[in-house]
């Protein structure tokens, strides 16, 4: 045999042999017969995935955005973000039906191995989704030709009025089609296989970047960016549907007569709680630039926005990490393995102190010549916003477990308390300090609030739970 035969058979062998362990690898099964491996392996899987999908995100903005200003220009390029904006307030109205709370039931039936109730939890969150997606696109339509879409955008004469309305229309039409099928991540992540979520992300991103270099080349305007941006991959979520329910999980087929009243009210219930609690954290996160902008002007803003993604990043990391550990949570409360929780709570709370911290401390030290080259000398911080916002960050990395544990096991209603209080806290703090200490005292405001909110009740909130859970029998 000659050496070319030689080096083709090998190719092959090896391709086989890549081929086995990837489908093991993405098996329902999975590689290991211990359920607490598995479920480690499975919140790896997860969050490599996502870092790569993040830096995948990344790298689309560095890209995209100087694309799409440099062809649509500044004016049409605005009305784009104004929309984007528009529809994460409108993707509201799922009443939280596709996010944690179908995470939380479906997690409790794999848990307790009952096919037939994830079934109706799926088939009732979908047809739900799908009768709000029906009747807002309804509501819609009706006002459509009242809406003043000119005075709304406030564009001037270079971008028409028919463009303005196509824009819109397939914008409306693609969230009546996407509605429903929001749930599909919710079932990867309570099944543990949030990694093929991730997978399908990616490759919905990769191909909506390459779509938006076509249109770009072919000088598209709006409509064509929609289609592109947010057209293209519901295409990709119409295969993920596909994968999901024809291939992985056939038994959550979302017929018709699987609904039930039950689930949707037991799905309302839990999702008002994780919509309140979203909506408290909007008015956190939104509240700081007003407050900027009413006490120390507009042009502060941009100092304290640029620091606080350098310095807050670990934080985000950290939630990257363990987020997956919140249906494997839910699944091993089902079964009663609370020796694991207590583990496996204690393991991924000392992973993202031990990385997140010295990282948070390594990005404080160097935020302000980052920030020099990165965004200008006109949004280098100044040593104590720096301080403050790093403090914050290590109450947060600290806690980033504890919040995700109650949230697996749910125990919403501290978790809920938490964060109102942190509203309160950062607004009324924010405007306490930050007359007297500028940007510094904003961010003060921040680390007390996590201190004197989130700290306390989270803390003895899961040490009430482990110690309840060590008088439980450790399951067979």
């Not at 000659?2 to 080096?7: H, K, S």
């Not at 096919?115 to 969150?125: F, K």
């Not at 009242?146 to 270079?158: E, G, M, N, Q």
């Not at 961010?443 to 739970?465: C, D, G, N």
Request: aromatic letters at 12%.
């Amino acid at each position: 045999m000659n050496t070319y035969a030689v080096f083709r058979s090998s190719a092959r062998s090896l391709a086989r042999q890549f081929v086995t362990v990837l489908k093991l690898y993405l098996s329902p099964q999975g590689l290991n017969p211990d359920p607490g491996r598995e479920r480690y392996r499975r919140a790896g899987l997860t969050a490599s995935t996502s870092y790569v999908a993040k830096a995948l995100t990344m790298l689309m903005g560095f890209v995209s955005v100087p694309l799409v200003v440099h062809y649509l220009g500044a004016e049409r390029y605005g009305v784009w973000l104004t929309i984007s904006s528009l529809l994460l307030w409108v993707a509201l109205t799922d009443f939280g039906l596709a996010g944690n709370a179908l995470v939380n039931v479906l997690s409790e039936a794999f848990g307790n191995d009952e096919r037939e109730a994830a079934r109706h939890y799926t088939a009732s969150a979908f047809w739900a989704l799908g009768t709000i997606a029906v009747v807002i696109g309804v509501v819609f339509m009706g006002l459509f030709q009242l809406i003043p879409w000119r005075a709304v955008f406030r564009v001037s004469d270079s971008t028409s009025t028919q463009e303005l309305k196509v824009t819109c229309a397939l914008v409306l039409a693609l969230f009546v089609i996407n509605l429903p099928l929001s749930l599909l991540r919710s079932l990867y992540n309570a099944h543990q296989d949030g990694y093929l979520a991730n997978i399908w992300g990616i490759v919905g991103g990769v191909i909506s970047l390459l779509s938006l270099i076509v249109v770009t080349r072919f000088h598209g305007g709006l409509p064509e960016l929609v289609i592109a941006i947010s057209g293209v991959p519901a295409l990709v979520t119409l295969a993920t549907a596909y994968h999901a329910f024809v291939l992985r999980y056939p038994w959550l087929v979302p017929a018709p007569s699987a609904v039930r009243w039950t689930c949707i009210c037991r799905l309302l219930k839990l999702g008002g709680k994780y919509m309140f609690m979203q909506l408290a954290a909007l008015g956190i996160y939104q509240s700081q630039a007003i407050i900027i902008t009413q006490m120390l002007g507009p042009s502060k803003v941009v100092i304290f926005v640029v620091t606080y993604k350098v310095v807050v990043l670990p934080m985000d990391l950290a939630y990257m990490g363990t987020i997956p550990f919140m249906s494997a949570f839910g699944e091993a409360k089902a079964r009663g393995d609370w020796i694991w929780i207590k583990g496996a709570f204690k393991n991924a709370t000392l992973a993202s102190i031990a990385v997140g911290i010295p990282f948070a401390a390594a990005l404080a030290l160097v935020a302000k010549p980052l920030i020099l080259v990165w965004a200008g000398p006109s949004a280098v911080p100044d040593t104590y916003l720096v301080l403050w916002l790093f403090i914050y960050t290590v109450v947060g990395v600290s806690l980033i477990t504890s919040g995700v544990l109650l949230a697996g096991v749910e125990r919403l209603d501290p978790l809920a308390v938490c964060i109102i209080l942190g509203a309160f806290g950062c607004v009324g703090f924010g405007v306490l300090f930050t007359p007297w200490w500028g940007l510094s005292g904003l961010a003060f405001a921040l680390a007390l609030t996590s201190l004197t909110a989130y700290w306390p009740i989270q803390v003895y909130e899961v040490r009430r739970i482990l110690r309840a859970a060590s008088a439980v029998a450790p399951s067979p």
